[in-house]
């Protein structure tokens, strides 16, 4: 079976650009969550959608928005790009809406802004 | 707010001895526990997900204690090899309405051959 599967794997923007992620769950899984991981950091939370709505926000500004699609699959979008944005981009799946299960991550988006 | 520690911030050790990576949480009201591995510039792979209930979980040569009272949770890998040089993340859910895990910063640990 498929794991979480997100791409690109890596891309470069300018500044100012605006970039758009993309997220397929584990097949069944309802749940998709968005992290963000800086370098020798942990991940932090910027979303999680169930069910195509939004369940949650971490502390994020208003350029970072999201949506999760009727297959589940999930787009992370950040506009007016800046050099912080510049991480590791995560995605988890999870069965449900509830953490009773864990979460399983892909692989990641490496962003990188110029 | 859930602050979670991981001490210390890397470790190097031969192959054959075992490891033992601390996390500690500063609430210990936690719904679950989850313990992931990260290869440089990978993804997560998670490895044990521990329920508040439960005291620790094994999956062949990791276990992973749980001990909510004193907030903290230890991963032991036994036998290392030097394919288990990662980071290893741990990260806490407060309880079974919250969807957002609390990372610590990891351990990178270095298994020389």
């Known amino acids: 079976d498929a794991g979480v599967t997100q791409s690109p794997t890596h891309l470069i923007k300018t500044r100012g650009q605006q970039v758009t992620l993309r997220c397929s769950p584990i097949s069944g899984h309802k749940s998709v969550s968005w992290y963000q991981q800086v370098l020798g950091q942990g991940p932090q939370f910027i979303f999680q959608y169930y069910e195509k709505e939004e369940r949650g926000r971490g502390n994020f500004p208003d350029r970072f928005s999201a949506r999760q699609f009727p297959n589940y699959s999930s787009e992370l979008n950040v506009n007016a790009l800046l050099l912080g944005d510049s991480a590791l981009y995560l995605c988890?799946?999870?069965?449900?809406?509830?953490?009773?299960?864990?979460?399983?991550f892909g692989s990641g988006t490496r962003l990188t802004v110029v | 707010k859930q602050e979670v520690t991981q001490i210390p911030a890397a470790l190097s050790v031969p192959e054959g001895e075992n490891l033992v990576l601390n996390c500690s949480f500063t609430?210990?009201?936690?719904?679950?526990l989850q313990w992931f591995r990260q290869d440089p510039g990978k993804g997560l792979t998670s490895l044990l997900l521990i329920q508040s209930s439960q005291r620790e979980q094994t999956s062949g040569r990791l276990n992973a204690s749980l001990d909510k009272s004193s907030g903290r949770s230890t991963l032991y890998i036994a036998a290392s090899q030097p394919g288990d040089s990662a980071t290893y993340l741990c990260a806490v859910i407060k309880d079974s309405n919250d969807f957002k895990l609390s990372f610590g910063a990891g351990t990178t640990v270095t298994v020389r051959a």
């Open positions: 609430d210990s009201a936690i719904y679950n």
């Open positions: 988890a799946s999870s069965l449900t809406g509830t953490p009773n299960y864990g979460y399983t």
